[in-house]
């Protein structure tokens, strides 16, 4: 028999090949189910490995899949319903965090502002007006972090506290320096001219810090910046 003959046979003994591979996997045909979540994927088992519908899946865990170089992407939610992947850690917040950090970061900001006119205007602290205004802030402040503290539940969370945190700690620091040098009269460097606070390296990086962490919780994604260390 010549080899054009062998061909045809070659062709059907192949397609007979695949065909049976084909009726072996789809009597192999399962259901996966994801504790939790309603619904289900297609699943084929075939020489020993499990293939499931990875955009059924995605579909029934609320995720996404997106395309990458030379790869797909599944993107599943996390416990708190932000978004995860086998990359990395998600980097979003939680949203009660991100509501107590924003509030947090507004009192903080009041907090500040009022340092500033008073370094600023030269007003008298102690047992003042001026100075009860800013212990008044200063607890209210004190309290919003604490309700953020409470509120952080994820890693992305914490590392937020943290900078949160920071810019509490400095904008204390800053406070306490001011007031224990205006009781000692020693405040000159840090009143009247607006040059004065330019100058002030803390106060500048106060600024700094509390800019960013505003626009970061408003952003509801944890990003790093040295002013806030």
């Known amino acids: 028999m010549s080899s054009i003959m062998k061909r ?3 062709i059907v003994a192949a ?15 399962e259901a996966l189910s994801v504790q939790g979540y309603q619904g289900q994927a297609s699943v084929i088992r075939y020489q020993g490995r499990v293939f499931v519908d990875a ?25 708190d319903g932000s978004s995860s992947n086998g990359d990395a850690p998600t980097s979003s917040f939680s949203r009660p965090f991100i509501k107590a950090a924003v509030e947090a970061m507004a009192s903080i900001r009041e907090w500040g502002g009022m340092l500033i006119v008073t370094v600023q205007d030269g007003y008298p602290v102690g047992n003042s007006m001026a100075g009860n205004t800013i212990v008044a802030y200063q607890g209210r ?9 409470a509120a952080a ?28 040098a205006r009781k000692s009269m020693s405040a000159a460097n840090l009143t009247v001219s607006e040059g004065a606070l330019k100058n002030d390296e803390e106060a500048q990086k106060m600024l700094r ?21």
Not at 141 to 149: E, N, P
């Open 55 to 79: 955009e059924a899946l995605a579909q029934i865990t609320n995720g996404s899949l997106s395309l990458g170089k030379n790869r797909i992407i599944l993107t599943l939610p996390g416990p």
């Open 153 to 180: 539940s994820t890693a992305s969370d914490s590392r937020g506290l943290e900078l949160l945190q920071n810019e509490f700690n400095n904008v204390q620091v800053w406070s306490d320096k001011f007031v224990e």
């Open 141 to 149: 402040a004190a309290d919003s972090v604490a309700l953020a503290s």
């Open 209 to 229: 810090c509390g800019q960013f962490l505003a626009q970061m919780f408003a952003g509801g994604t944890f990003q790093d910046d040295a002013a806030c260390h």
């Open 15 to 29: 397609l007979m090949s695949a065909i049976v591979a084909l009726a072996q996997s789809q009597r192999e045909r």
């Open 8 to 10: 045809p046979a070659i």
